[in-house]
């Protein structure tokens, strides 16, 4: 109902992105990254039982479980997350910062932590935007309610969606806007650098 409101005119869509707009005092910037996790010995991608080993083990830093139904589907400290893509890829959903070097302070002490985990599971992690192990019918599924929604109706809009949902780990940089020529300058900028860096780590 929400987005039907907003979608109804433009100047609600307008409207929406100004409430966004902060101080320049208040600007924060956060970071989504996500990691695949592979068995050691079989070289597979990780099913949820394995998940719910390294969401038990991860409890030991700090992190508390959240959970749909009965399944423990997500991790919370402060205002992290740790949550599952849809092909149980790991994903760190960092809090509202002040600047890049907390959130390199972040990510670092995520990686650690995570790090600790595989050793102790015997598992290995991968950071790279596409997995080239596993084939998408290979793929561990994660048991959200959404993914199985995205999962049946995706497909009939994009004939990669699956890949794209099973087969990628990316990350996502979050920042705030001061005004809509503050906005337009950042989205310009960064929509000009992301072919930069994945031709660079490609």
Request: hydrophobic share 35%; with cysteine; proline share 3%.
């Amino acid at each position: 109902r929400m987005i039907n409101e907003y979608l109804d005119s433009k100047i609600n869509i307008v409207n929406y992105f100004k409430k966004g707009c902060k101080k320049e005092n208040h600007l924060k910037i956060g970071v989504e990254h996500e990691k695949f996790l592979f068995k050691d010995n079989s070289k597979k991608r990780i099913n949820f039982s394995t998940v719910l080993k390294l969401f038990n083990y991860l409890t030991r830093f700090g992190w508390k479980p959240k959970k749909e139904g009965k399944k423990t589907i997500s991790l919370l400290r402060n205002d992290q997350n740790i949550t599952l893509e849809p092909g149980n890829q790991i994903e760190l959903s960092g809090g509202k910062l002040n600047s890049l070097h907390l959130i390199c302070d972040e990510s670092y002490k995520f990686l650690n932590e995570l790090k600790q985990a595989c050793k102790n599971l015997n598992l290995q992690m991968m950071s790279t935007s596409f997995d080239p192990i596993s084939s998408l019918k290979n793929v561990p599924k994660t048991p959200k309610q959404r993914y199985k929604i995205m999962t049946k109706e995706m497909p009939k809009n994009g004939k990669l969606s699956l890949e794209m949902m099973y087969q990628t780990a990316g990350t996502q940089i979050n920042l705030d806007y001061k005004s809509e020529n503050d906005f337009s300058k950042k989205f310009k900028l960064i929509s000009n650098l992301v072919p930069l860096s994945i031709a660079i780590f490609a």
